[in-house]
């Protein structure tokens, strides 16, 4: 019983040292689970942090490349739009920037050829334009009875010297006056007013279109005739009032 009593404490003791030596295993493996789990931690944060840093390294650098890649394109396509804008209200001075030879270059180019073509052709249309403004008062100038051109309104814009010396009282120019200003003659305001609203050369009966103006002691007189002028088939832009001088004719009648 004694061998039998001592077997067993000695299973017992075996019993505990294996099980103390189990704790210690378990407690061995716990904590490299934690060390474990601790690094893998680690290594998550280091690879989160480094993405992070690479997100962000992109991100600058995509930010970088878009501001250079507006000033390379949008920053020309502005200017472009800006000559246009220019041109448009009439500057044809203005020259596009050619800075490149890419699509937005050759687009420049040809603007700035377009513009020279306008440039010319406006200038050729200016001193054509002259040219026949010259004529026109060369021919009035050449007629030896009174022309006033009046504008639709009734002021005086273009006037010979025939007209001058007749109506021109004490020598004071006509032009930039309303007729009645320096002609107070409700028959020549008629027939202004009538070819104005018909757009067309007014006709009179007999001698209602012949007035009197006062040259010194004697009186001259004159067949007033009035015709329109515009642009072509648009609404008349002013009168053109032509004296012929019926003087002599009238005097003959007198007699």
């Given at each position: 019983?004694?061998?039998?009593g ?35 931690r ?19 650098v ?28 009439g ?9 490149s030879e ?15 073509r306008l ?137």
């Amino acid at each position: 019983e004694q061998e039998a009593g001592l077997r067993h404490k000695e299973a017992v003791n075996a019993y505990n040292q294996l099980m103390l030596k189990l704790e210690e295993l378990y407690t061995i493996n716990q904590d490299y689970m934690v060390k474990s789990t601790d690094n893998a931690r680690s290594i998550t944060s280091r690879a989160i942090n480094s993405a992070s840093l690479v997100s962000l390294i992109g991100l600058i650098v995509a930010l970088y490349l878009g501001y250079k890649v507006s000033d390379v394109i949008i920053a020309p396509t502005k200017l472009l739009t800006e000559s246009a804008r220019k041109v448009a209200q009439g500057d044809l001075s203005t020259v596009a920037k050619v800075g490149s030879e890419d699509e937005i270059g050759i687009l420049a180019k040809e603007f700035n050829h377009m513009t020279g073509r306008l440039k010319e052709y406006e200038e050729a249309n200016v001193d054509k334009l002259v040219t026949e403004q010259r004529k026109s008062e060369a021919i009035i100038e050449s007629i030896a009875d009174p022309i006033i051109v009046l504008d639709k309104n009734m002021y005086c814009q273009k006037v010979n010297k025939a007209a001058q010396t007749v109506f021109g009282h004490g020598g004071e120019s006509c032009l930039g006056k309303h007729l009645m200003e320096f002609m107070d003659d409700k028959v020549v305001l008629e027939a202004a007013q009538k070819c104005l609203e018909t757009n067309r050369v007014p006709s009179f009966e007999g001698t209602k279109t012949i007035i009197s103006v006062r040259n010194g002691d004697d009186s001259k007189y004159f067949r007033v005739e009035a015709a329109p002028f515009s642009a072509t088939g648009a609404k008349a832009q002013g009168v053109i009032l032509y004296f012929a001088d019926v003087t002599y004719f009238k005097e003959v009648d007198q007699l």
